[in-house]
């Protein structure tokens, strides 16, 4: 599978591992790797001959084998090959040595570095950890991958114009769970720029992300960007004009394999207040819709979102946005149909039309609306006082009062067992997700305002 391999390639697998490297750092390397699967493969039958191992199933996860002590590092041995998603200090040292950095180029290896050996240390601790649950004769571990996880990605670094609320954690989740080379820009101010948790993104540590200022408005800046030619995707996560889009599209995206760009629910024209729309629904004659038809007549695929939201103890929970937006004083009409996609769906659509062949995403559009829900729902959720009154309120006027299908977008692009995390979700159910979720987290996860998607 020519995209599978490409994928795998930028990761260095192991049959890629040479044990004459002139890298000393990469031979001590090679030798823990290549012998940790027969290692891995004996303690684990060692294991499962004992009464007290133990393996977890569910309906949602795969049963658990032999890897699953790799947690989320596949180990598969087919003809002496090993295919893996190292963990991040590893990647770290492939750079290091060598290999290709988010920008296309190469680092070499400098002996003596403290960085470097405290990276060594590291990874020499990991993979002696990996086989500790079997030595115990304990739990073998779930799957490699939870539900949720992310695909694997065309060959070529990830650019992501804007390393914003879900710009950061798209790049902390590819770069993580993917192994996938990823650089991420900043406008040239941002080291100066202090953002409270409400806007914050997640921290962004190179390598494996690399970080570039840009400005669209400033083509001097265009420059230091990697060069178009050596990228597998770009994800434009802010709002442009046509007019701004124009003459960077010409100089650099037209360029990039697959652009994939965000956009908002709010482009689409509302006649009746709570109606439903889709991807054919005629739009509203605003600057963002022009924007949208000039990528897609390019063959850019646009993700078109609702009002985004994390999770209830974060800044950026429901009922916290909620508050935010009575104290402000917006329309408590009860009747309001609401959409709200969290920001992990939103990742995970995003990587899926990053992955997905060019027939199925090429110039398409493509609604990630998540759940949509009555406004007098979510002041019962978060207990507002007047919830039970607005549940009773007068008939919706609010023409921003839509719900929006994601048929397409499930259809089409999705896992046949996706499901967009419910707005309303209880605690139980929340908590009962992110541990399925753990190994792929990656911080806190931005929102927006019930409000968003009508801004």
Same mark, same amino acid.
Request: aromatic share 6%.
């Given at each position: 599978?020519?995209?599978?391999?490409?994928?795998?390639?930028?990761?260095?697998?192991?049959?890629?591992?040479?044990?004459?490297?002139?890298?000393?750092?990469?031979?001590?390397?090679?030798?823990?790797?290549?012998?940790?699967?027969?290692?891995?493969?004996?303690?684990?039958?060692?294991?499962?001959?004992?009464?007290? $191992?133990?393996?977890?199933?569910?309906?949602?996860?795969?049963?658990?084998?032999?890897?699953?002590?790799?947690?989320?590092?596949?180990?598969?041995?087919?003809?002496?090959?090993?295919?893996?998603?190292?963990?991040?200090?590893?990647?770290?040292?492939?750079?290091?040595?060598?290999?290709?950095?988010?920008?296309?180029?190469?680092?070499?290896?400098?002996?003596?570095?403290?960085?470097?050996?405290?990276?060594?240390?590291?990874?020499?601790?990991?993979?002696?950890?990996?086989?500790?649950?079997?030595?115990?004769?304990?739990?073998?571990?779930?799957?490699?991958?939870?539900?949720?996880?992310?695909?694997?990605?065309?060959?070529?670094?990830?650019?992501?114009?804007?390393?914003?609320?879900?710009?950061?954690?798209?790049?902390?989740?590819?770069?993580?769970?993917?192994? =996938?080379?990823?650089?991420?820009?900043?406008?040239?101010?941002?080291?100066?720029?202090?953002?409270?948790?409400?806007?914050?993104?997640?921290?962004?540590?190179?390598?494996?992300?690399?970080?570039?200022?840009?400005?669209?408005?400033?083509?001097?800046?265009?420059?230091?960007?990697?060069?178009?030619?050596?990228?597998?995707?770009?994800?434009?996560?802010?709002?442009?004009?046509?007019?701004?889009?124009?003459?960077?599209?010409?100089?650099?995206?037209?360029?990039?394999?697959?652009?994939?760009?965000?956009?908002?629910?709010?482009?689409?024209?509302?006649?009746?207040?709570?109606?439903?729309?889709?991807?054919?629904?005629?739009?509203?004659?605003?600057?963002?819709?022009? =924007?949208?038809?000039?990528?897609?007549?390019?063959?850019?695929?646009?993700?078109?979102?609702?009002?985004?939201?994390?999770?209830?103890?974060?800044?950026?929970?429901?009922?916290?946005?909620? $508050?935010?937006?009575?104290?402000?004083?917006?329309?408590?009409?009860?009747?309001?149909?609401?959409?709200?996609?969290?920001?992990?769906?939103?990742?995970?659509?995003?990587?899926?039309?990053?992955?997905?062949?060019?027939?199925?995403?090429?110039?398409?559009?493509?609604?990630?609306?998540?759940?949509?829900?009555?406004?007098?729902?979510?002041?019962?959720?978060?207990?507002?006082?007047?919830?039970?009154?607005?549940?009773?309120?007068?008939?919706?006027?609010?023409?921003?009062?839509?719900?929006?299908?994601?048929?397409?977008?499930?259809?089409?692009?999705?896992?046949?067992?996706?499901?967009?995390?419910?707005?309303?979700?209880?605690?139980? =159910?929340?908590?009962?997700?992110?541990?399925?979720?753990?190994?792929?987290?990656?911080?806190?996860?931005?929102?927006?305002?019930?409000?968003?998607?009508?801004?």
């Amino acid at each position: 599978n020519k995209r599978s391999s490409s994928s795998i390639a930028s990761c260095v697998p192991f049959a890629m591992l040479k044990t004459d490297s002139k890298c000393p750092v990469m031979r001590l390397l090679c030798f823990l790797l290549l012998t940790l699967p027969s290692t891995v493969a004996s303690l684990a039958r060692t294991a499962q001959r004992s009464p007290a $191992a133990s393996t977890r199933l569910s309906g949602a996860i795969r049963p658990a084998s032999p890897a699953g002590v790799l947690g989320r590092r596949s180990y598969r041995a087919r003809a002496g090959r090993f295919r893996t998603s190292p963990p991040l200090c590893v990647r770290m040292m492939c750079g290091a040595c060598g290999g290709e950095s988010p920008g296309g180029g190469a680092e070499r290896h400098h002996s003596g570095s403290a960085e470097e050996d405290d990276c060594l240390g590291a990874s020499i601790r990991e993979l002696g950890e990996l086989a500790q649950p079997l030595v115990r004769g304990g739990d073998l571990g779930a799957a490699p991958f939870a539900p949720g996880s992310l695909p694997e990605l065309p060959g070529g670094p990830v650019l992501i114009l804007g390393a914003g609320w879900v710009g950061s954690r798209l790049a902390a989740r590819l770069s993580q769970e993917r192994c =996938a080379r990823v650089a991420v820009t900043n406008r040239p101010d941002w080291r100066s720029r202090q953002k409270e948790a409400y806007f914050a993104p997640v921290p962004l540590n190179p390598p494996p992300v690399s970080r570039h200022a840009f400005d669209i408005d400033a083509p001097e800046t265009w420059d230091a960007l990697p060069e178009p030619e050596t990228l597998g995707a770009a994800v434009l996560t802010f709002a442009a004009t046509a007019d701004q889009l124009r003459p960077f599209w010409e100089r650099y995206l037209r360029k990039v394999p697959r652009t994939v760009a965000y956009s908002s629910t709010a482009v689409y024209r509302v006649d009746v207040p709570g109606q439903e729309v889709d991807e054919t629904t005629p739009l509203r004659p605003t600057a963002r819709a022009a =924007a949208d038809a000039f990528l897609l007549q390019r063959g850019a695929t646009v993700l078109t979102i609702s009002g985004i939201f994390g999770e209830a103890q974060d800044a950026r929970g429901v009922c916290t946005c909620f $508050a935010a937006y009575a104290s402000a004083g917006g329309a408590l009409n009860g009747q309001k149909s609401v959409n709200m996609v969290h920001v992990d769906d939103i990742i995970a659509a995003t990587a899926h039309a990053l992955a997905a062949e060019d027939a199925l995403v090429a110039g398409a559009r493509l609604n990630v609306g998540g759940g949509v829900f009555k406004l007098h729902e979510l002041m019962s959720h978060c207990k507002y006082p007047q919830a039970a009154e607005a549940a009773h309120a007068r008939d919706d006027t609010d023409l921003s009062s839509k719900a929006v299908l994601s048929t397409r977008l499930l259809q089409t692009v999705m896992p046949r067992d996706f499901s967009f995390v419910p707005p309303l979700e209880s605690a139980a =159910a929340a908590a009962a997700r992110r541990a399925a979720l753990a190994p792929n987290a990656v911080g806190p996860s931005p929102a927006a305002s019930p409000a968003a998607d009508s801004a």
